[in-house]
């Protein structure tokens, strides 16, 4: 008998073709989240789940969830996914985020250039006929990024490719992360400095970490005082990284220069959220990975996962919870 996958939702490219040829491929097309008793009912005798980043697997889904031995979740993010209660079923977890690294990186930019150039005030002035003047040689100044020390939190692959693409623009790239890539800093003439340091003295900080307990708020009022009045805080990475109150804060205080936020702690963003009312701050609704390559691409990525998990092959580069490897060995089901 074919293995049970479930597909919680319309990953809109072709991508299922080879995974039908040896599983029971059940669509659900789902147009919404799915979470609680309902994700439970759609997923309790299958085998594998593919998943979008917004489905929410608590401690109590999983526990439900009887034959469940692989989730494949096509996004770089696992927050929503109770790793330690998936680990313990011995649930094999995996992401798909190398596709979306170029794209991400190179949002980064978009976000870093539009608030830097009041893209998006220039943007509003014009569409609201509020452009009055004409050319004029102090209107709507902003700044460049040659010569600025950009800060990152994270350099990870797409922190990396960050500090690539920065060098291009001339910009002076400091980094905070848990570990010291020494080669990387040889190569790209980057340098490490404590976190402390890199909030200080960063003109642009990006913040390019995952959301675990130990970044969960990790910029928050302290932090946010310790950064340049003329610096801009870049988030790409997950709305909880920041508290958003402080930074609320901070920006009505001109602590901070601007910011530039692609996530959010509650997503879809309320036109209610403060947030909403600062012409000094960009928002974009977590469209960071929004491109058809890496979009593509990780929804491939997270099939292939599936594919090559059902055949017994773990693909450690998109594991998420190795500790699973010592609960339950992955035996070949196709």
């Not at 909030?199 to 970490?209: A, G, R, T, Y």
Request: net charge positive.
């Amino acid at each position: 008998m074919k293995p049970k996958i479930v597909v919680l939702h319309d990953l809109k490219f072709p991508v299922l073709d080879e995974l039908k040829k040896y599983a029971n491929v059940v669509e659900l097309k789902k147009d919404y989240p799915l979470q609680g008793e309902e994700l439970i009912k759609s997923a309790v005798d299958a085998d594998g789940i593919i998943c979008l980043l917004t489905d929410k697997f608590t401690k109590e889904v999983i526990e439900n969830l009887q034959s469940v031995k692989i989730i494949s979740t096509v996004s770089a993010g696992y927050d929503h996914i109770d790793l330690e209660e998936a680990t313990k079923k011995g649930i094999y977890v995996f992401n798909a985020a190398d596709p979306l690294t170029i794209s991400v990186a190179e949002f980064a930019f978009a976000l870093m250039l539009s608030v830097a150039r009041r893209v998006v005030e220039g943007d509003k002035l014009i569409r609201e006929g509020n452009w009055k003047s004409g050319w004029s040689l102090t209107f709507m100044l902003g700044r460049e990024l040659k010569g600025k020390t950009l800060g990152i939190v994270g350099l990870g692959k797409i922190g990396k490719e960050i500090a690539k693409r920065a060098k291009c623009f001339g910009m002076n790239v400091i980094y905070y992360s848990r570990t010291r890539k020494l080669d990387f800093e040889e190569e790209y003439k980057v340098t490490f400095k404590d976190f402390q340091s890199v909030l200080s003295e960063s003109d642009f900080l990006i913040l390019s970490v995952s959301l675990t307990p130990e970044t969960k708020n990790m910029i928050g009022k302290r932090e946010l005082s310790l950064m340049k009045k003329d610096a801009f805080l870049i988030n790409i990475s997950r709305g909880a990284v920041v508290d958003e109150e402080a930074l609320i804060e901070a920006l009505k205080n001109k602590v901070i220069a601007g910011a530039a936020l692609d996530v959010f702690q509650k997503e879809p963003v309320n036109r209610s959220n403060v947030l909403v009312s600062f012409e000094n701050v960009v928002l974009t609704p977590h469209i960071a990975s929004a491109t058809v390559e890496a979009r593509k691409g990780m929804a491939e990525l997270a099939v292939k996962n599936m594919l090559q998990a059902l055949q017994g092959v773990v693909n450690e580069d998109c594991l998420v919870n190795r500790e699973v490897l010592k609960i339950r060995k992955l035996n070949k089901i196709i």
